[in-house]
C-alpha cells in the first residue's frame, strides 16, 4: 500500500495506522479509541499557496468550527512536494493570533493611541483623504523640457503594495490608482526584483524566470551567485538536491558562507558589489578559450551582428553621454542596418565590429589578476570556477537580491544573460537563469504593473514624449498597441473606440525625468507634495533603505491609508521610539484585512504559475478580504465622484461602469477580466494568439489571457501529468504566457526545428502534422508557423530582432509601412556591463582612473544632499551587506508575531569576521554600535569565520552582514538595519543598494 502522508492522515479512523501498528503488540481497541478523536476527523479541507518566499508551495489546511486545526505541505504540488519552511509552517498560528488587528481603527492628528471605528467609517475616512489629494494636488499641465504638456494627474497620492495580496486583488489596485491619475505607485519588487525584468527582456525579450523549479533536475551544473538559496527558498533548494541526487555540481557564489555553501560542491567568496568584474573574467575566458557554444549563438543570438563604428567606450564611459545630465544618448549602440532596416551580419563570428568581436574586446580587460584585485577573490579560484563554468552544460544561473539590489543591478543580471547564452543554456532543458522572487505575489504585482513605469503586462506608461496614441505606438511598436487597446477594452469597456484611441487621453501622464519610485514619493512627501499614502501589505519603514526618510515623508503627510493584517511600523510610525506623537499631525487610517488562508483567489510564482488559493477558515473578527476592501473603497469614491462634471473626473466614470464585480463571485468576475473575452460573443479566451488591434476583444492583462481559458478555470488545475518526465508538469495550474513552462524553448531546435539534443528534447516540429508539438507548449507564436517562416524561427520572439542579445543594441524593427513593430529594450546605463564601484566602496575604481567612472555614470546621488550624505572608508572603514534569513521575512510584520519563529532568532545582530572581532576588542554577544552617514544602530555581535577579510587593491577589507527583518512592532522588536542602509539608485528602475555600504563598528 502507498500511502502518500495527506492519505496516511486522512485514513479513516486511523484505522490503517492501527492495523499498521497492530503487528507491535498495542492494544487495538485503543489505538482505535484514539482515532475517533484524531483532531482532523470531521474537518473541512482545503488547499492554498504559501505566504512567504515565491516558490508557490502549495499548502493544505484543516478547519474545523471555523478555525484552522492543522496546516502542512501539498504532496501533490510538485514545487514542494508535502514539504513546508519554518515560516510556511509557522504561519498557521496567523488565522488564530491574538496579536491581529481586527477592527477599523483612527488616530487622529496629534493623538498617542488608536480608536476604534466602523467600516462604514474607516472606507468613508479613506475615500474622503483620496478625493481631497487628488484634486487639491491635481496637475494638469506640466513645463517639461521647456514645453507645456497635458499631464492630468495628481501628484499628491502615493499607492503602494501589492506583493503580498492575490492577483485579483493586485488588478483592482491598479485600476483605481490609475483611474484616480496616481503616479506614485510602486510594490515590494522596487526594493527586491526591479532590476531584473529590463535585465532579462533586453537579452530575451521578457523579464521572468525563464524554467520551472521541476526543470531543475535535468541541470549538470547549478550556479548559485548572489543568494542563500537554503534560507530565503527553501523549496527551491529542494529541487536542487534532486539535480544534485542525479550528479549535478553545485557552484555558490557569495560574500559569506552561509547554509546554501555548506551544500554546494564549490563555494567562492567575493566582494559585495564586484560580481560583474568576476563574470567578466568568465565571459573573458569562454571568449578566449572558444568555450562557447557557436551552433547555438548563430542560430539563436545577435552574435554576428555588425554594430556601427562610432560605438566605442573610453574610460568607464559609453559614446553618448551627457555628463550634466548624466544619461546617454543611444544612437551610437545600434547595428549596421542593411537596406531593409535590419541588421547586418557576418560570417565570421570575430569580424570587424561584429557583437562577438566587441565583446572580445570589451572585456578582454577582465584577466583573473585584474578581478582578484577588485573582488578580493584569489586569481587561481576565478580560474578555478571559469573552467568549471565553462565544461558543464547545461547550467542553470540561480539568483537573487544580491545580484538585483545594486546601482548596477541590471548590469548584474545582464552578466548571467551573456554567460547564459554564449555557453547555449537558454531554452533548454536544465538550462536557465532563475529570478528567485521574495514575496509570494511580487512576481504578479509586478506582472499588472504595481510600479511608475508599467501597465499591466510590461507595457511602458506614457510619459511626456509617449503623451499620445501615435507618439507611444511609434517608441513602444504595433505589437504592444494591441496588448494595450485589449486593456483599455477591459477598463473602458465601450467607451473605448478607434475613433478616440481607445481612451488613451484619459491615462495621466509622467514626466520622464523625475524618481516616480518609493524613494521619491518618500522625498517628495517631504518637500511637501505627496499628501496622502495608501499601503497595502508593505511596511516600507523597515523595508526600504535609509529608512529614516520613510518616517519624515510620513510626518508630512496628511492621511496615511494602511491595509494589512497586523498594525507594523509603517502604520504606527507615529508612535516611533523617541518621537511625540503629538508632534505628528497625520491622521492613520488602518483597515484590518485577513490572512491569505481565509480568501480566495489567484496567485503567481516566480515560475510564473499561477496557482488557486481557496477559502479557509472565516476571516478573523471583523478583518476582511482585501478584494472586498477594495470594492468598499471604490465604490465610495465612485459615488464622491459621480455629480461631477470635471474633465478630469471623466476616467473615473469611465472606470466605475466596468466595475460591475458581482459581491460573491469578485474574485471570478475580475480574473476572467484579467483573461479576457471575445467582445461579440462573450466567449472567454483561450490564448494570447486570439487578441485583436481593433477593439473587438479585451483583456486586462495580456500575458495572463488563457488562464480562464474558454470559461474552464485552469489555475485550479492539479495534474500529475508529466509526458517526458521533464518536470514541466502542463496540467498543473496555468502559466503565463500560454501555459509556457520553460519560455524560448523554441531555441533547442535547429533550423529546421528537430532538438540539438534528441535525448532530452522538449519541443519539435511535427512535419507529417505540419504543427509545432512537444511536452512543454511551444514557444512560437503558432502552433502551425512552419520552421523557415518568420514566426517559426524567431527563437527569441518578444525582441525586435526575433533572437537574443548579447549585446543590447538600441533597434526597432519595423513593419512593412515603416511603422515600429517592436523596440528591444536597452538598459540605460550601457550595451554591455561594465564594472563601477558601489556608491559608498572602500576603494578606488581599478578598471578607470576617470572620477566619473568611479560609480555608475548615470547615477544620480545625492538627490537631496542636505538628507543623503555619501560615507567615505576613512570615517565608515568597513563594507555591510544586509539580507533575510531562514526565520523572519522582509519587513517582520508576520514573521515577527509568531511566537516560535521569535524563539529561533529573537533579535537582530552584526556577523563579523574573528579577525575584525579582534581588531575591535569585540566578542560573540558584546553589545556594538554600527553606524553609517544616515543613522546607528545596538545591536549584538556574532562572531564567525564565514566572511573572511579579503584583499582589495592591495588592502584588507572586511564585510559585515546583518538581517534586516525587525522594528518596533510585533512581538521580537530591534532596531532596523535599514536605518543604515542607502538610497543611491540603480538608473533603469530606481532599486536601491541594499548590499553594499559603508559603516564603522564601535563596542557600546
Avoid at 736 to 758: F, K, L, T
Avoid at 833 to 839: A, G, L, M, N, R
Avoid at 865 to 883: A, H, K, M, N, W
Wanted: glycine residues 10%; aromatic residues 10%; charged residues 25%.
Amino acid at each position: 500500500m502507498d500511502l502518500s502522508r495527506r492519505d496516511f492522515l486522512k485514513a479513516t479512523g486511523l484505522s490503517g495506522l492501527a492495523v499498521a501498528l497492530s503487528g507491535l503488540g498495542l492494544n487495538m481497541a485503543k489505538v482505535q479509541a484514539a482515532a475517533k478523536e484524531f483532531k482532523l476527523k470531521g474537518a473541512r479541507e482545503f488547499t492554498s499557496i504559501c505566504h512567504f518566499c515565491a516558490c508557490g508551495c502549495g499548502v493544505i489546511g484543516y478547519v474545523k468550527d471555523e478555525k484552522l486545526i492543522n496546516l502542512e505541505g501539498a504532496v501533490d504540488s510538485p514545487i514542494n512536494r508535502g514539504a513546508l519552511c519554518s515560516k510556511g509552517l509557522g504561519y498557521g498560528q496567523i488565522p488564530n493570533s491574538d496579536q491581529r488587528a481586527t477592527k477599523p481603527l483612527y488616530r487622529a492628528p496629534g493623538s498617542d493611541h488608536w480608536e476604534e471605528i466602523s467600516w462604514e467609517e474607516a472606507i468613508d475616512r479613506s475615500a474622503r483623504a483620496l478625493k481631497k489629494a487628488r484634486d487639491e494636488g491635481w496637475k494638469q499641465t506640466e513645463v517639461i523640457d521647456g514645453k507645456t504638456v497635458d499631464v492630468h494627474r495628481t501628484d499628491a497620492i502615493g499607492f503602494v503594495g501589492g506583493s503580498q495580496i492575490n492577483n485579483e486583488e493586485c488588478y483592482q489596485n491598479i485600476k483605481m490608482a490609475r483611474a484616480l491619475g496616481v503616479i506614485y505607485i510602486d510594490n515590494q519588487t522596487r526594493v527586491c526584483h526591479a532590476t531584473t525584468p529590463p535585465a532579462m527582456n533586453a537579452a530575451f525579450g521578457r523579464g521572468a524566470m525563464t524554467n520551472p523549479w521541476g526543470d531543475l533536475k535535468n541541470s549538470k551544473l547549478i550556479w548559485i551567485e548572489g543568494s542563500n538559496l537554503a534560507e530565503c527558498h527553501p523549496m527551491g533548494l529542494k529541487n536542487v538536491m534532486k539535480a544534485k541526487e542525479n550528479g549535478a555540481t553545485i557552484v555558490h557564489v557569495d560574500i559569506r558562507y552561509t547554509r546554501t555553501s555548506k551544500i554546494a560542491d564549490h563555494f567562492f567568496q567575493l566582494r559585495p558589489g564586484t560580481d560583474i568584474a568576476f563574470l567578466g573574467a568568465l565571459i573573458n575566458y569562454i571568449i578566449t578559450n572558444k568555450k562557447y557554444n557557436e551552433d547555438y549563438i548563430r542560430r539563436n543570438t545577435n552574435a554576428c551582428c555588425i554594430l556601427r563604428d562610432d560605438y566605442k567606450l573610453e574610460d568607464g564611459i559609453f559614446s553618448g553621454y551627457d555628463p550634466e545630465n548624466r544619461t546617454y544618448n543611444m544612437e551610437t549602440w545600434g547595428y549596421a542596418l542593411g537596406p531593409d532596416g535590419k541588421p547586418q551580419k557576418a560570417q565570421d563570428l570575430f569580424a570587424p565590429n561584429t557583437v562577438m568581436s566587441r565583446l572580445k574586446e570589451h572585456y578582454s580587460r577582465y584577466t583573473p589578476e585584474q578581478a582578484s584585485a577588485i573582488t578580493g577573490m584569489p586569481a587561481e579560484d576565478i580560474q578555478k570556477a571559469a573552467e568549471i563554468f565553462s565544461s558543464h552544460s547545461p547550467t542553470v544561473m540561480m539568483y537573487a537580491l544580491g545580484m538585483t539590489q545594486h546601482t548596477i543591478g541590471v548590469q548584474n543580471i545582464r552578466c548571467f544573460t551573456i554567460l547564459q547564452l554564449l555557453m547555449g543554456n537558454i531554452g533548454v532543458p536544465g538550462g536557465g537563469v532563475d529570478a528567485m522572487r521574495g514575496q509570494p505575489n511580487v512576481q504578479a504585482s509586478t506582472d499588472f504593473g504595481i510600479m511608475y513605469q508599467y501597465f499591466p503586462g510590461y507595457i511602458a506608461y506614457p510619459t511626456e514624449k509617449t503623451n499620445t496614441m501615435e507618439s507611444w505606438t511609434k517608441v513602444s511598436g504595433t505589437q504592444n498597441r494591441r496588448w494595450l487597446i485589449n486593456m483599455l477594452k477591459a477598463w473602458f469597456g465601450d467607451y473605448a473606440t478607434a475613433e478616440n484611441d481607445y481612451g488613451f487621453g484619459l491615462i495621466g501622464v509622467r514626466n520622464s525625468h523625475h524618481n516616480d519610485s518609493i524613494y521619491g514619493m518618500f522625498e517628495d512627501a517631504y518637500r511637501g507634495t505627496v499628501k496622502c499614502l495608501y499601503l497595502c501589505g508593505q511596511n516600507p519603514h523597515v523595508t526600504n533603505a535609509n529608512a529614516g526618510m520613510v518616517h519624515d515623508g510620513m510626518c508630512k503627510m496628511d492621511t496615511v491609508i494602511a491595509q494589512d493584517i497586523f498594525i507594523n511600523e509603517t502604520a504606527e510610525f507615529w508612535n516611533r521610539p523617541g518621537d511625540n506623537p503629538k508632534d505628528i499631525q497625520t491622521e492613520v487610517i488602518f483597515l484590518p484585512a485577513c490572512s491569505y488562508l481565509e480568501r480566495r483567489g489567484t496567485i503567481t510564482n516566480s515560475m510564473r504559475l499561477i496557482q488557486w488559493r481557496m477559502e479557509g477558515p472565516k476571516p478573523l473578527g471583523d478583518s476582511k478580504p482585501d478584494y472586498e476592501i477594495n470594492n468598499l473603497l471604490w465604490r465610495r469614491i465612485a459615488e464622491l465622484y459621480k455629480d461631477s462634471t470635471d474633465p478630469k473626473d471623466a476616467i473615473i466614470k469611465r472606470i466605475d461602469a466596468t466595475w460591475n464585480y458581482s459581491d460573491d463571485q469578485t474574485v471570478e468576475d475580475i480574473l476572467k477580466e484579467i483573461n479576457g473575452r471575445d467582445l461579440a460573443t462573450g466567449r472567454l479566451l483561450a490564448g494570447i494568439g486570439e487578441l485583436k488591434d481593433d477593439g473587438s476583444t479585451s483583456a486586462g492583462m495580456w500575458i495572463y489571457t488563457g488562464v480562464y481559458g474558454n470559461g474552464e478555470h485552469l489555475a485550479q488545475r492539479r495534474g500529475q501529468e508529466d509526458e517526458g518526465d521533464m518536470g514541466i508538469y502542463p496540467k498543473f495550474a496555468f502559466a503565463w504566457p500560454d501555459n509556457i513552462r520553460m519560455i524560448y524553448n523554441r531555441a533547442s531546435c535547429d533550423e529546421n526545428g528537430q532538438p540539438v539534443d534528441p535525448a532530452h528534447k522538449i519541443v519539435w516540429w511535427d512535419a507529417a502534422e505540419n504543427r509545432w508539438k512537444g511536452y512543454d507548449r511551444p514557444d512560437v507564436g503558432s502552433l502551425t508557423a512552419a520552421p523557415g517562416t518568420p514566426g517559426g524561427n524567431s527563437p527569441f520572439r518578444m525582441t525586435g530582432e526575433g533572437y537574443a542579445r548579447l549585446f543590447a543594441a538600441d533597434y526597432a524593427d519595423h513593419n512593412p509601412d515603416g511603422t515600429t513593430r517592436l523596440h528591444s529594450y536597452t538598459p540605460v546605463d550601457g550595451p554591455v556591463p561594465e564594472f563601477y564601484e558601489p556608491v559608498e566602496s572602500p576603494t578606488k575604481n581599478a578598471l578607470h582612473q576617470n572620477e566619473r567612472a568611479q560609480f555608475n555614470p548615470c547615477v544620480i546621488y545625492p538627490r537631496m544632499p542636505e538628507r543623503q550624505r555619501i560615507g567615505t572608508p576613512d570615517e565608515f572603514p568597513y563594507v555591510l551587506c544586509s539580507s533575510g534569513i531562514a526565520e523572519h521575512w522582509c519587513g517582520g510584520t508576520v514573521t515577527r508575531n509568531i511566537p516560535w519563529l521569535n524563539e529561533l532568532v529573537k533579535e537582530p545582530f552584526v556577523e563579523m569576521s574573528t579577525q575584525l572581532a579582534g581588531k575591535l576588542g569585540v566578542k560573540a554577544g558584546d553589545k556594538v554600535k554600527v553606524s553609517s552617514a544616515r543613522s546607528e544602530v545596538v545591536v549584538k555581535a556574532m562572531v564567525t569565520d564565514r566572511a573572511k577579510p579579503l584583499t582589495v587593491n592591495g588592502a584588507e577589507t572586511h564585510t559585515v552582514w546583518m538581517p534586516y527583518s525587525w522594528g518596533f512592532k510585533g512581538l521580537s522588536k530591534g532596531p532596523s538595519t535599514n536605518y543604515l542602509t542607502i538610497d543611491a539608485l540603480d538608473p533603469n528602475v530606481n532599486e536601491q543598494e541594499f548590499k553594499a555600504c559603508l559603516v564603522n563598528i564601535q563596542k557600546a
